[in-house]
């Protein structure tokens, strides 16, 4: 059971390049989280999604975007990277809100550095 | 709002030694609570977990038990080992929404 997988591990971008930052679960989760994580800041929600075909904003929305075309993929896209993106970012996943108390399941991590 | 409040950190201690990491939180409602451990290069892992107030959870020799008299969900290990060497996040998911809220960490390091 592979989880929740994201690619790629690492990556360096120029200012101002764009990347997809790859995500895709094989649990049949509904609910699925992009989260960035910053040194001593713990963990900031990007966007979420509820379903294919419904996302929301989170704390931190700006410069991401996202869609929501399967239940298995979440991609993440930078349109412009800047150096405020150097980042570690997680995808989770979790069940159907209906069980509340259901916890995440998260990816390995991708550490992303912007220069 | 909905918040969770960690110890700073770091925290380094003995093998052996008694854990304690505290952690209060702040939520409308009756919220779950969580502690999950991030192991080095690795993403978060749930490591235990409460749904309702006076709920104890274990796993691996850690313990956390829901107070709501005190908004507190501390972390405890008798005996620490160097195996457990990484970084704990305490988190919140509220009864109503679809988000969940962490804590900003703290890292343990266990000296043999």
């Known amino acids: 059971n592979a989880g929740v997988t994201q690619t790629p591990k690492f990556r360096i971008l120029k200012i101002g390049q764009s990347m997809t930052l790859q995500c895709t679960q094989d649990?049949?989760?509904?609910?699925m989280y992009w989260y960035r994580q910053d040194p001593g800041m713990g963990l900031k929600l990007i966007y979420y999604?509820?379903?294919?075909?419904?996302?929301d904003k989170g704390e931190v929305p700006n410069g991401y975007n996202v869609s929501r075309s399967t239940t298995e993929d979440f991609p993440l896209r930078l349109e412009l990277a800047a150096p405020s993106q150097t980042s570690v970012y997680f995808c989770?996943?979790?069940?159907?809100?209906?069980?509340?108390?259901?916890?995440?399941?998260f990816g390995n991590g991708t550490r992303l550095t912007v220069t | 709002g909905n918040s969770v409040t960690q110890m700073e950190g770091p925290v380094t201690l003995s093998e052996e030694a008694f854990l304690t990491i505290n952690c209060t939180y702040t939520a409308t409602g009756y919220p779950s609570l969580f502690w999950y451990v991030q192991y080095p290069g690795e993403g978060l892992q749930l490591l235990l977990k409460?749904?309702?107030?006076?709920d104890k959870g274990s796993n691996k020799g850690f313990e956390a038990t829901y107070r709501k008299e005190t908004t507190s969900f501390h972390l405890e290990k008798g005996s620490v080992q160097v195996s457990d060497s990484a970084v704990y996040f305490c988190a919140l998911t509220p009864n109503t929404g679809n988000q969940f809220y962490f804590g900003t960490g703290t890292s343990l390091t266990v000296i043999p």
């Open positions: 649990m049949n989760h509904n609910y």
């Open positions: 989770a996943s979790s069940p159907d809100r209906g069980i509340y108390n259901s916890p995440l399941h």
């Open positions: 999604s509820v379903g294919a075909g419904i996302t």
């Open positions: 409460a749904t309702k107030a006076d």
